[in-house]
Every structure is written in C-alpha cells, then in structure tokens.
C-alpha cells in the first residue's frame, strides 16, 4: 500500500518512515532538500535525523533539471525567459516544491546570476506546481 506524504520538503513522510514500527515494510525515496540541503541551513531544527534514523538501500533515481514553461507561453528559450523578466521585474513567478528545495535554490540562484527578480510559490511537491503550470497560473516551473 502506498501512503503519500506531501508537505515539508519530505520530511512529513520521512518522519513517518523513521518513528513508525520498524516491520521492515516502510519505505520511501530519499530526495534533494531533507538529506543535501536541510542540514545546511542555519537554524532549521529537523525533527529526525536523516543519517541516524534512516538507512538508504538502493539508488534508483538520478535526476536532470531543466526549466518548463506552459505550452502557451511567449519564452521559447532560457534567454527570452530572462529578457521578459527584465523587461518587468517582479512579475513572473515560478513554482517550487518548497522552500529550501533545490528548485527553489536552484531558480534562486539563477535570478541572481541573470539579474532578474522573480516571484516563487511554495507547492506541496512538484506534482501540483506542475499542475498550475499546465493550467497557466504560474509561469516556470
């Protein structure tokens, strides 16, 4: 049976996995904000701790990162993204799986480096960012 729970970068279900009875049938994927970058950042108090309390038992996942925009939408590259953020700043937002996140680091880091200013909006995971940016309410993704 598959439980899922959303919320927390994770840590909702990983709590669950590692204070719920150990009947060696819990399990669950282990992803970028509460094993890489939760420790990292100051004064987050995490209620497990992801070395302790779980154990890892395969790698099955390995990752690419990329930029999505709506089908519908007016950026067709990374550089007509940029130059529509700089020719209003502030008004294009993208959706993240939470604050903290590696998508929300990662977009972070990218308006920096491109100058532009871009609102993000906390999801409870990817799947209903991903939603809105089908339906149009949110710009990238």
């Given at each position: 049976m598959v439980e899922n729970r959303s919320g927390a970068n994770g840590m909702i279900a990983f709590e669950?996995?590692?204070?719920?009875?150990?009947d060696?049938?819990?399990?669950?994927?282990?992803?970028?904000?509460?094993?890489?970058?939760s420790p990292v950042l100051p004064g987050l108090v995490l209620p497990i701790d992801m070395n302790r309390d779980l154990?890892?038992?395969?790698?099955?996942?390995?990752?690419?990162?990329g930029i999505?925009?709506?089908?519908?939408?007016?950026?067709?590259?990374?550089?007509?993204?940029i130059a529509?953020?700089?020719?209003?700043?502030?008004?294009?937002?993208?959706g993240h799986s939470g604050i903290g996140s590696l998508q929300h680091l990662a977009t972070e880091w990218l308006a920096v480096k491109a100058g532009i200013k871009i609102q993000g909006i906390a999801y409870?995971?990817?799947?209903?960012?991903?939603?809105?940016?089908?339906?149009?309410r949110i710009d990238l993704v």
């Open positions: 669950a996995i590692a204070k719920g009875k150990t060696r049938h819990r399990a669950g994927p282990v992803h970028d904000r509460p094993n890489g970058v154990r890892p038992v395969a790698r099955f996942v390995q990752a690419n990162w999505a925009v709506p089908k519908n939408s007016p950026y067709k590259t990374l550089a007509d993204l529509g953020a700089k020719a209003k700043p502030g008004s294009l937002n993208y409870r995971g990817t799947g209903p960012a991903v939603l809105d940016l089908m339906g149009g």
